[in-house]
């Protein structure tokens, strides 16, 4: 048994500029277990970005050459367990001697054996046995080795004789391939602007963009084409824990005018041709209904108007929004477009 989920593979991890280096030494390490300069391989992360999928995918594709090698993952509290279970049947030796014959040990998330010592000291003897018998030992951490406060200098210093390679959050590009991957795989089908969004709006956990196809996949039984863009951000909502992304007067200033292909210094002065005057209330009303500026603030962007002018352009956008089906449709397209690109 080598605990190893069959599911996390390199064919399904996506590259990015993030994981670029500790994705290259996985797969070095996966081809030549125990023969490259990284030994140990140390990966380390924020939460969420692909270390467990990464030691998965190194384990699989060396059992994947040669089923015969003893290959063993497991988490560091796993770890613990065994061995608090191990002393109290006394079978201690049995324990360190099945772990010692390992050709490729994997270990997740070391930072849980901080302040076990007696777990840190048998696997301080397990770690020399297996390296210096050229086996293979990949570990991860939420934070690189020397901030493993509590760890001793031995451990520590052995953890960096091999490669220590960090995982930094994915790029826009990154996000969006993988949630086209991951959506594939789920056997769903979105249009770009909803990856966008979803990728604009969660923007440092891999799993929360899982999470969300999930959560699509589940609330919408319709077929997928069909999803309903308020759906979606409903979703986003829910499972982002990313604080919302700010959205400027400045930046709505811009798409209002680059819609209405009026110039944006016309509509931030008091200028009154028809046209201005319309794209500047739409500007005004976005402004007030997307951000959290007091109508003083949003006067002042605008040509220095104050704060009556502001809730007039405020009702009058109300008003039209309630009569005029054309102008309500201008206006969330805006507004989703708004929305979508804030990041
Ligand atoms: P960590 O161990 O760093 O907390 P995980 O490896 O558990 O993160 O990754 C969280 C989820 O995101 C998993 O479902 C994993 O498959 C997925 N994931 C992470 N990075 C990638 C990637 N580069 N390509 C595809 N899926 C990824
Ligand atoms: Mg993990």
Known sequence: ??????????????????????????????????QTSFNPLFIYGGVGLGKTHLMHAIGNK?????????????SSDAFT?????????????????FYKSMDTLIIDDIQFL??????????????????????????????PPKELKGLNERLISRFSWGLTADIQPPDFETRVAILKNKSESFGLELSNDIYEYIA??????????????IKLLATSSLNSKEIDFNLVKKIVKEVSTNKQ???????ITKV???????????????????????ARQIAMYLSKVLTKSSL???????????????????????LLIEKDGNVKEIIESLKNKIEMSAA
């Open 200 to 213: 604009h709006n969660i923007t440092s956990n891999i799993r929360e963009l899982e999470g969300c196809l």
């Open 62 to 74: 060396i059992l994947e050459k040669d089923s015969n090698k003893k290959v063993i993952y497991l």
């Open 81 to 97: 367990v065994e061995f608090v279970e191990a002393i109290q049947s006394d079978r201690v030796n049995e324990f360190s001697a």
């Open 114 to 143: 901080v302040g076990k010592e007696k777990t840190l000291d048998l696997f301080f003897q397990i770690f020399n046995t297996l390296h210096q018998s050229g086996k293979q030992i990949v570990l991860s951490s939420d934070k």
């Open 256 to 278: 209002v005018c680059d819609y209405f292909k009026v110039d944006e210094n016309k509509v931030r002065e008091k200028n009154r041709k028809k046209e201005i005057v319309l």
């Open 296 to 318: 003083k603030t949003i006067g002042l962007h605008f040509g220095g108007r104050d704060h009556s002018t502001v809730i007039h352009a405020y009702n009058t956008m109300e």
């Open 1 to 34: 048994e080598s605990f190893l989920n069959p599911r996390y593979t390199f064919e399904n991890f996506i590259k990015g500029e993030g994981n670029q280096l500790a994705r290259a030494a996985a797969l070095a390490v996966a081809d030549n277990p125990g």
């Open 245 to 251: 992304v700010s959205i400027s007067i400045d930046y």
